[in-house]
Nanobody, 129 residues
Framework: VQLVESGGDSVQAGGSLRLSCAAS????????MSWVRQAPGKGLEWVAG????????YYADSVDGRFTISRDNRAKIVYLDMKKLKPEDTAVYLC???????????????????????WGKGTQVTVSA
């Protein structure tokens, strides 16, 4: 199993970015997928999650209305479209695969790092004021 993120960059506040997570080694359509971020000196913060066929999707309050998660199961890519970026969005963004195959989440998950079996190495997003 491998997850490889890309698309991170340095942008000004108000800008937009699209992150991608390329998955391999498993059938992505069988798993809930999430984006999680880690700001400098802080712990992991769950950002967004996508169910097996994408819907329903869930978002942290801090990004709801500005970020959109989507997935292409055939291409095995998970995307995070980020708009109206703020300096507080500065972080390393990681893609993570849920531990349990076939699990559909019907409510916004309470984030637990141990619920995710595989993680990418992350891509850096820096937003300047």
């Amino acid at each position: 199993v491998q997850l490889v993120e890309s698309g991170g960059d340095s942008v000004q506040a108000g800008g937009s970015l699209r992150l991608s997570c390329a998955a391999s080694g498993f059938v992505m359509s069988n798993y809930f997928m999430s984006w999680v971020r880690q700001a400098p000196g802080k712990g992991l913060e769950w950002v967004a999650g996508s169910n097996l066929q994408n819907e329903p999707t869930y978002y942290a309050d801090s990004v709801d209305g500005r970020f959109t998660i989507s997935r292409d199961n055939r291409a095995k890519i998970v995307y995070l479209d980020m708009k109206k970026l703020k300096p507080e969005d500065t972080a390393v963004y990681l893609c993570a695969r849920y531990k349990w195959s076939g699990a559909t989440l019907t409510t916004r998950p309470v984030f637990r790092e141990s619920d995710y079996a595989y993680w990418g190495k992350g891509t850096q997003v820096t937003v300047s004021a």
